[in-house]
Nanobody, 129 residues
Framework: QVQLVESGGGLVQPGGSLRLSCAASGFTSDYYTIGWFRQAPGKEREGVSCVSRSDGSTYYADSVKGRFTISRDNAKNTVYLQMNSLKPEDTAVYYC??????????????????????WGQGTQVTVSS
């Protein structure tokens, strides 16, 4: 079972930046997709960005494209989400998740959170002046 621990959340003003980290352990192969999901109050959880541990391919939701960057450091078993130009609507609890992915594309993985079997505890991101 993969264990995940998120860090890096906090309060930031609109237009500011934050970097989230997801430290993982327990991988048995490189065939995993690591995803960042978020859930705002009163809304369903949504996939924000995902990355393939094996080939580094990425996916971004339209709402964050051009502002967020996902990256991985397999040697450190850590995935990062660099969030720039933050908006109040980015306010949410951000979760890191891991799911096995042999042939499923990163885009398909990110579109269906039930494909992810391991989840972190979440970290709060608040964008407010």
């Amino acid at each position: 079972q993969v264990q995940l621990v998120e860090s890096g959340g906090g309060l930031v003003q609109p237009g500011g930046s934050l970097r989230l980290s997801c430290a993982a352990s327990g991988f048995t192969s490189d065939y995993y997709t690591i995803g960042w999901f978020r859930q705002a109050p009163g809304k369903e959880r949504e996939g924000v960005s995902c990355v393939s541990r094996s080939d580094g391919s990425t996916y971004y939701a339209d709402s964050v494209k051009g502002r967020f960057t996902i990256s991985r450091d397999n040697a450190k078993n850590t995935v990062y989400l660099q969030m720039n130009s933050l908006k109040p609507e980015d306010t949410a609890v951000y979760y890191c998740a891991a799911g096995r992915s042999f042939i499923t594309t990163v885009r398909a993985m990110c579109a269906q959170e039930t494909r992810f079997g391991s989840w972190g505890q979440g970290t709060q991101v608040t964008v407010s002046s």
